[in-house]
Every structure is written in C-alpha cells, then in structure tokens.
C-alpha cells in the first residue's frame, strides 16, 4: 500500500514512517516544507501528485498553553489543515486516519472514556482537536479517528526525557498526583496505527499502553526503572498553574481495538522499559 504520512519529522510520525517501511509498505512522507497544511491548494496538488491510497495524519499544532494565546494559528492547523486534507482524501476517496487526544473529553469523574462519548473540550488545543475531527466525519466515511494520551517517543520532546533532565540538577521534584491516564509509546502506537490502515475496520478508536497511573506515578516509575535515586513528592494541579486546563480523567476504554481483532499495547511500564533501552539511559 502507497501511504502519505503527515508530520513524518514529528515524534509519531517518524516511528509510523519506520513500520510502513518495515512492512514494505510505500510510504511518503511529509513535513511542513513539503506540504504546509494550512495551505489547500498545496494539499490537493501534493496529495494528488503522490498518488497513495490512504493518509495517516500525524501533523499537528501541539503546544496546549501556547494554544490558549495563539487560538487563531492553532485552529488553522488542527482544524483547517485537517479539513483540508479530508476534503482531497474524499475527491480521491482515499483511507484517512487522524491523530487525535484524550483532550476532546471534559476530563470529569472516573470511568473511562469511550470512543462515542460526547465530547466537551476543556481548552483550545483540545477545542481544535474535535473540530478536526468533526472534519473528517463531515467529509469521510473511510476514516479513523485514533485518541491518544501522554506520548513519549525517541523523536522529540516529552515528559520522560524532562524528568531525566531535571534529575540531573535536583536531588526532589515534585509531580502532580490528580490527572489519571496512560502513557503511549510511539513506537508501540506505530505498529497499531498500520494494522489499522490495511484494514477497513472504520471508526472512532482510544489507543494508549496498556495500565493507569498518575504523572507522579509516572515520574517515580521513571526513576526506579533508571536507578536514580531522587525524591519525588506527589502535589496537586493547583501547585502548577497553567494557561490550559487539563483532565484529571484521562482514561480511555481500549476495548473497541479488541472488538475489532486489534491487538492493544504492552503495559506502559514494559513500554518505559524498552524506551530507556532505546534511548540509552
């Protein structure tokens, strides 16, 4: 299969790159210097020209407190990007799957999220996020939409990679103990994204590793499997005031993946074990 991959410089989107190419797939990919995708007439000429038969749309405005100030940019390229590019998969009736965030929930009470919850953003970058994804359901009937939470891969920034850093320098941290959710390795969420692209099992999806924890649960994790030895003390969100709202509840029900036949990630903590390794710490 022929497939176009957004933001293939980004931390997902190079790992989604390596297993299509792994798979002996034909995978093309671009970044903004290839195919701005604020820009439709870029769209439909770069998507046409490459001649592919489905999208995996990884690019993506992802600076949350920055969003609350930028809400005009961030839309542009959440929503409007998306749109664009949904309204040349559906010319060409081409497959589309679309990166989207546990951050279209309004983050309230314990049960896990499903994948047809209503959704209720808290703040822009989530806002944005679900006006992509009206996008895709506006213009595709050939599409999925893929949730994920708290991503960490070997190609960019993220919450691993700063704990490790401030460790360096501090003998205690502290970490936020009232937002629940789960890690997602990029390398793992790859192998899913593919096994979802070759079918034509459509829909809206939840895919994070397998296990719940908090981010001071995360962060003690972190440390024990890279034997720092560091005081780390829980804290509530009140201690780190932010522009954006988070969700305390970022849980999200995996179990369509298994309905449909697809298999779900490790546990977190095996994908934390294989990333450290990965990154050499």
């Known amino acids: 299969m022929r497939v176009l991959v957004t933001g293939a410089a980004g931390q997902l989107g190079h ?5 299509l190419n792994k798979r002996n797939h034909d995978a093309v990919g671009v970044d903004v210097q290839e195919m701005d995708i604020t820009d ?3 769209v439909n000429q770069v998507i046409t020209d490459a001649q592919v038969e489905a999208v995996i749309h990884c690019a993506a405005y992802t600076a949350v407190d920055a969003a609350e ?4 940019v961030c839309r542009k390229i959440n929503a409007d990007g998306t749109r664009n590019i949904a309204e040349v998969c559906r010319r060409l009736d081409l497959k589309m799957m679309y990166i989207s965030t546990d951050y279209v929930f309004d983050g309230q009470g314990d049960r896990p999220w499903e994948p047809d919850d209503e959704r209720h953003p808290l703040n822009v970058y989530g806002q944005t996020k679900y006006e992509g994804e009206l996008a895709i359901e506006e213009n595709l009937g050939k599409y999925f939409i893929v949730r994920i939470a708290w991503v960490f891969g070997v190609n960019g920034k993220n919450f691993i990679k700063t704990m490790l850093n401030l460790a360096q320098n501090h003998d205690r941290l502290t970490v936020v103990n009232d937002q629940t ?10 192998r899913l994204l593919v096994d979802m692209i070759e079918t034509d099992k459509y829909g809206r999806y939840h895919a994070t590793n397998e296990g719940l924890c908090t981010w001071y649960e995360f962060a003690c ?6 034997g720092i030895e560091i005081q780390v003390d829980p804290v509530g969100s009140e ?5 954006a709202k988070r969700p305390e509840n970022s849980r999200m029900s995996k179990d369509k993946l298994t309905e449909n036949g697809f298999e779900r990630l490790p546990s ?6 294989r990333y450290l390794k990965e990154i050499q710490y």
């Open 239 to 243: 201690e780190y005031p932010a522009k």
């Open 69 to 72: 100030d930028d809400i005009e």
């Open 40 to 42: 439709a007439d870029k």
């Open 268 to 273: 977190w903590q095996d994908a934390l074990a």
């Open 181 to 190: 959710g789960s890690p997602t390795y990029t390398y793992d969420l790859a």
């Open 15 to 19: 790992d989604v790159m390596d297993e």
């Open 221 to 226: 994790e972190i440390f024990r499997q890279a």
